[in-house]
């Protein structure tokens, strides 16, 4: 289908999966049956995040900053029942086919949104203010995140959402010299302190585009057995805890609204196949 905004959007079918495709580029998978399915890498690492820092089963409360094919809401919902969900989405067209294709369990606590993320954060009930226990940032206009969705300003009014040890989820999508990637994790450490970095060593290195997971606290991120439960995914990826990860910044100085720039674009050919036990 074509979206208002010119983009176009379908779900391909892979085995078991749903995949949505918005402007030739894979966003997202469902497997309808199986929820708990998660073929992304860095969706997968996400899954391992919000099950190692918190107990199993427990109920908790989650905003989703895009929605995509509501891949992680349905994961929380299935392994977390009776978790509070927050989906904000800038185009109510694309959730309504995402939904029609893929019926979300009416028994979800689910709740969709329609605007602009950063718009819609001063938007959301007063009584979520100072009680979201997870936060994840996966915004894309097409294939790029936008700038506005990057900066200190940005992750300021994101983090007085929380609870005091909240975590802040963030896919970060870069290669080559990393300036996008640097500048992010810069951002998130000038803002809360504490942030992991989970991704496939290559594109750590710059050597290839890819996604990578950024987790950030103000209070630590304690994640017992995730460089375990990530090195034997697909694609193996690694970790960087927080003194690894200021070195890996170089140096780099965090992101404003005033000189923020939104992610490159990614090479014609990066996410276009589907490789041997994932995306």
């Known amino acids: 289908m074509t979206l208002p905004s010119g983009a176009t959007a379908a779900f391909v079918r892979d085995d078991d999966e749903f995949v949505l495709v918005v402007d030739g580029t894979p966003q997202s998978a469902v497997n309808p049956d199986d929820p708990t399915q998660l073929s992304f890498g860095y969706i997968r690492h996400m899954g391992h995040v919000i099950d190692l820092a918190y107990p199993e089963h427990e109920a908790l409360t989650v905003l989703h900053l895009g929605g995509g094919a509501l891949t992680l809401p349905r994961y929380i919902d299935a392994t977390r029942p009776r978790s509070r969900q927050q989906v904000v989405e800038l185009e109510p067209e694309l959730m309504a086919f995402v939904r029609r294709t ?50 200190v300003e940005f992750f300021t009014e994101v983090r007085e959402l929380l609870v005091p040890d909240g975590l802040v989820l963030v896919n970060i999508a870069d290669g080559h010299e990393l300036v996008f990637a640097r500048g992010e994790v810069a951002t998130l450490v000038e803002v809360f302190g504490e942030v992991t970095l989970i991704a496939d060593p290559a594109t750590l290195k710059g050597r290839r585009f890819g996604n990578i ?21 697909f694609p193996p990826a690694t970790v960087l805890p927080t003194r ?25 050919q990066t996410f276009t196949q589907r490789r041997s036990g994932g995306w």
């Not at 893929?102 to 979520?128: H, K, M």
């Not at 997971?213 to 439960?229: C, D, K, Y």
């Open 213 to 233: 997971t950024a987790v950030a606290g103000a209070h630590g991120v304690e994640l017992p057995g995730i460089e375990r439960r990530v090195a034997s995914g």
């Open 102 to 151: 893929l019926p979300l369990d009416p028994s979800a606590a689910i709740r969709i949104r329609y605007g602009d993320a950063r718009e819609q954060l001063g938007r959301l009930p007063a009584g979520i203010r100072g009680r979201v226990d997870i936060a994840i940032v996966d915004v894309f206009a097409g294939a790029r995140t936008p700038a506005h969705v990057t900066s």
């Open 244 to 268: 690894a990860t200021r070195e890996w910044l170089r140096g780099t100085p965090p992101v404003h609204d005033a000189d923020a720039t939104p992610s490159p674009l990614p090479g014609r």
